[in-house]
């Protein structure tokens, strides 16, 4: 099972790259990074990023669905997924693969972001800590943006309306805060603590709690599986 996993991983985060769009999507996250890094370091004199962790979460509201917008669909639209599905491989192993794959690229981006933190280090006196835990939580909250973008990527063989179809989830999820603010009481706190923008807001502060982890992780688990379903679905029609 493992083998079958890392190969259809190893040829999505291959095709990413053979194509141009994890360059563009890469070259255009560093630059907003890049600007925003500056913007806040020379504006509040601060060794500190959590204005960086704040903004980059905003972007990959836009990234997310772009890297995973053909991940699915064009493997639909080519006729190449009859190929896979009608392969030894089981559905898990592929929809796994794959979001292994463009969570790869995800990964890349953040390490290349890493020189922030050392420019940090170098002027002044960050807090640690701090960075750490944002990291984390921008790493977490990614993978479920592309949790998200994957399932959506299942449910058209056109890119483009499936890359609409992510952003609007993920703009509904990130508007559930705001949505439970504005209904109150206990439905509007349950509301919340479905937010995924709420729980990323602790990372940044430095609180790391299990119980976000376990909120990251289970969101992942969720939409993979409705992503292998829709999959599966289609796989026995």
């Known amino acids: ?71 699915l669909s064009e493997e639909r639209r080519l006729g190449t997924d009859e190929f896979l599905l009608t392969s030894p491989l089981t559905v898990p192993e592929i929809i796994v693969g794959k979001y292994l794959g463009v969570l790869s690229v995800w990964v890349v981006m953040l390490l290349l972001t890493g020189v922030y933190p ?12 701090l960075i750490f835990t944002g990291y984390l939580g921008l790493f977490l909250l990614g993978a479920a943006f ?27 999820l990130w508007l559930i805060t705001w949505i439970g603010e504005a209904i109150g009481g206990g439905l509007g706190l349950f509301i919340q603590s479905l937010s995924l923008l709420g729980r990323y807001d602790a990372f940044i502060m430095g609180i790391l709690d299990t119980s976000d982890l ?11 599986f ?3 379903r829709t999959v599966d679905r289609r796989r026995w029609s």
């Open 1 to 71: 099972m493992m083998h079958n996993i890392a190969t259809i991983w190893r040829r999505e985060f291959s095709s990413l790259f053979r194509s141009t769009i994890a360059y563009v999507v890469i070259a255009a996250f560093l630059l907003l990074a890049g600007y925003i890094f500056s913007i806040a370091l020379f504006s509040t004199q601060l060794a500190d990023m959590s204005l960086l962790f704040g903004n980059l979460a905003v972007t990959f509201l836009f990234v997310a669905p772009l890297l995973t917008m053909r991940t």
């Open 118 to 129: 050392l420019i940090l280090f170098i002027i002044g006196e960050p807090e640690g800590g």
């Open 146 to 172: 592309l949790s998200v973008g994957l399932f959506a990527s299942s449910l058209s063989e056109n890119q483009i309306i499936a890359g609409v179809i992510g952003f609007g989830i993920l703009l509904g």
């Open 214 to 224: 376990l909120f990251y992780i289970s969101f992942v688990f969720v939409f993979l």
């Open 226 to 228: 409705f992503t292998v």
